[in-house]
């Protein structure tokens, strides 16, 4: 059964930055994709970025040139680094793998 375990969330002042992890138990992110995505309060779900085995990334238009997706494969995790942060990156932050693999989520506040 596959675990995914996010943390590195908190509070931060607009501008800052922050690293998000995504660590993985039963399974092996260096051969399987995985989706970072956020929710804010009343809001649908969103993409942030993903990473493909071939460490192929992408990235929503909202994120992009701000948001780096990456992975180490020795430690079986995943990071979102976010820096030049917006108080409109508010929300928590859940990494995903496919099908079905959800983490509970780490909280992200950026203040003005």
């Known amino acids: 059964q596959v675990q995914l375990v996010e943390s590195g969330g908190g509070l931060v002042q607009s501008g800052g930055s922050l690293r998000l992890s995504c660590a993985a138990s039963?399974?092996?992110?260096?051969?399987?994709?995985i989706y970072w995505y956020r929710q804010s309060p009343g809001k649908q779900r969103e993409f942030v970025a993903s990473?493909?085995?071939?460490?192929?990334?992408n990235y929503a238009d909202s994120v992009k040139g701000r948001f780096t997706i990456s992975r180490d494969n020795a430690k079986n995790t995943v990071y979102l680094e976010m820096s030049s942060l917006k108080p409109e990156d508010t929300a928590d932050y859940f990494c995903?793998?496919?099908?079905?693999?959800w983490g509970q989520g780490t909280p992200v506040t950026v203040s003005s």
């Open positions: 995903h793998q496919p099908p079905r693999s």
């Open positions: 990473i493909t085995s071939t460490s192929n990334t």
């Open positions: 039963g399974s092996i992110l260096s051969i399987n994709p």
